[in-house]
C-alpha cells in the first residue's frame, strides 16, 4: 500500500534512517536493522510507533 512518505529514525548514535513511500518496506527494513545492528527483536507495532511524516 501506497502512503505519504514517512520515516523511521534509529538512534542518534546510530545515525540510521529510512524513508519510503512503502510502509511495508520500513517496518520490514527496520525490523531487520534493529536485529542486525543492535540484536533487538520489534515487532511491527514498534516500528509503527516510531513512524513519522517525512
Ligand atoms: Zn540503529
Redesign the pocket.
Known sequence: MKTNLKKVE??PK???SIKSHDEKEIIDIAIK??KK??DMAITEKDVREMMKDA
Do not use: P, T
Open positions: 534509529c538512534d546510530c545515525g540510521f536493522h534493529a545492528f543492535h
